[in-house]
C-alpha cells in the first residue's frame, strides 16, 4: 500500500516535471519567434529605407526613381510589414538594378556604389531574418501540434504563428547569379 503510494506520487511528480518542461519549452519557442520576427521587421525596414535612399541619390531616371520609392514607401506604409508590399519592393529592386548597364551608370560614384553595396547587405540580410523567422514559427508549430499540448491547452491564448513568404531574391528566377535563392546583385 506505501509502495503504491509512493510510485503515484512519484509518477505524479514526473508528469508534472514534464508538462512544465514542456509548457516552458513552448514559452520560449514563441519568445523566439517573437525576437525573430522584431530582427525581420528591422532587416524590412533598413532595406527600404536604403531602397529610398537609392531612388533619391540622383543616379537613376526620374521613372525608375519613382517607382522604387513608392514600392518602398509602400512598404514602410503598412505599418506592420506585408507580404504584397514586401514582394512588390523586391520586384521593384530587381527591376532597377536589372536594368542594362545598371552597374555602369553607378561607377565611379562612390556614394552611389556604397549604396548598392548596402542595398545588396541589406537584402542579404532580409533573407537570413526571413529564414530565421520561419524557422521559429515552424518549430514552434510542431510544438504545438503535440497531444500534450493541445489536450492541456499549453499554448494559452498565444496565437498561432504564421509563415511570412515573400519574394526576396534581387536575382530573377532563371537569371545569372550565384543562385535564385540568395540575393545576390552580382554573378
Not at 87 to 104: N, W
Not at 145 to 172: K, N, Q, T, Y
Request: aromatic content about 4%.
Amino acid at each position: 500500500m506505501l509502495i503504491d503510494v509512493i510510485l503515484i506520487i512519484a509518477l505524479a511528480a514526473l508528469v508534472g516535471v514534464y508538462v512544465s518542461w514542456r509548457a516552458g519549452r513552448l514559452d520560449r519557442l514563441h519568445a523566439r519567434v517573437d525576437t525573430a520576427r522584431a530582427a525581420l521587421d528591422a532587416a524590412l525596414l533598413r532595406r527600404s529605407s536604403v531602397a529610398l535612399e537609392l531612388a533619391a541619390c540622383g543616379v537613376l531616371d526620374p521613372a525608375t526613381s519613382m517607382l522604387l520609392a513608392g514600392a518602398a514607401h509602400d512598404a514602410r506604409a503598412a505599418g506592420e510589414p506585408t507580404e504584397l508590399a514586401e514582394s512588390d519592393l523586391t520586384r521593384a529592386l530587381r527591376a532597377v538594378v536589372g536594368q542594362p548597364d545598371f552597374r555602369g551608370t553607378l561607377s565611379g560614384q562612390g556614394s552611389a556604389d556604397d549604396l548598392l553595396a548596402e542595398l545588396e547587405a541589406a537584402a542579404h540580410q532580409v533573407f537570413l531574418a526571413r529564414k530565421f523567422y520561419n524557422d521559429a514559427v515552424a518549430a514552434t508549430r510542431a510544438a504545438r501540434r503535440r497531444w500534450l499540448v493541445r489536450v492541456l491547452g499549453l499554448a494559452g491564448g498565444a496565437p498561432l504563428p504564421e509563415f511570412f513568404e515573400i519574394e526576396d531574391s534581387l536575382v530573377a528566377a532563371g537569371g545569372q547569379g550565384r543562385g535564385t535563392d540568395m540575393p545576390h546583385l552580382t554573378g
